[in-house]
């Protein structure tokens, strides 16, 4: 049996850290890499060169961009009265998917979990207290997933925010118990978004 070179290996081991990808799936991305090395890997490896040196965290929310400040922050046509609360990116990019909420967010970085301990100062959730007083914010709405972790967070987000002038309100129908927002279609998250209820 032939040994695969060292630095395929290497290749195949980095790959196999990305969600969604085990060692046989990963094997089988570079393998098919390396046959569309022109087309496909010399591209993916420069995109990817680029994206390292580029990419950074919004400032303000959390979001990942390439400034100081992300698109969304800095567009004037954003509803500035409104701050969807996200546990991660990848559910602020769901959220956008559905075009159906026109405010600003805040990314926590997670959730609350004792287990893990992850308090509110791992979290982005000091900053997200002081944004609010400063903002001018009349509505958060709790965009965290339906999970034990997600629904502790939102009771303790809503609790920290009890004594501030601002409506709470979390998405409604159509998230599923233990659901999470990036694997849900657009028109599940703009129905739920549009329910939102009272917390």
Same mark, same amino acid.
């Given at each position: 049996m032939t040994e695969t070179p060292?630095?395929?290996e290497a290749l195949i081991d980095l790959m196999s850290r990305l969600p969604g990808l085990g060692p046989r799936s990963a094997r089988r991305a570079v393998l098919a890499m390396l046959k569309r090395r022109e087309g496909l890997m010399a591209p993916l490896a420069q995109a990817l060169a680029g994206v390292a040196l580029s990419a950074r965290d919004c400032a303000r929310c959390g979001n990942i961009g390439t400034a100081d400040i992300c698109a969304i922050?800095?567009?004037p046509a954003r509803v500035g009265g409104e701050l969807c609360i996200v546990e991660n990116v990848a559910d602020l990019w769901a959220m956008e998917r559905s075009r159906a909420f026109k405010g600003r967010y805040h990314v926590l970085g997670g959730t609350l979990s004792a287990l893990d301990q992850i308090g509110?100062? @791992? =979290?982005r959730i000091p900053a997200l207290i002081e944004r609010i007083?400063?903002?001018g914010v009349a509505e958060i709405i709790l965009a965290l997933n339906a999970t034990v972790d997600g629904q502790t967070t939102a009771h303790y987000i809503a609790d920290a925010l009890g004594g501030l002038a601002v409506r709470i309100t979390s998405l409604a129908q159509g998230v599923p118990i233990g659901? @999470? =927002?990036?694997?849900?279609?657009?028109?599940?998250?703009?129905a739920a978004l549009r329910a939102r209820r009272g917390l």
């Open positions: 060292r630095d395929i922050c800095a567009d509110p100062d @791992e =979290l007083a400063q903002d659901g @999470e =927002l990036d694997y849900l279609d657009d028109g599940t998250i703009g």
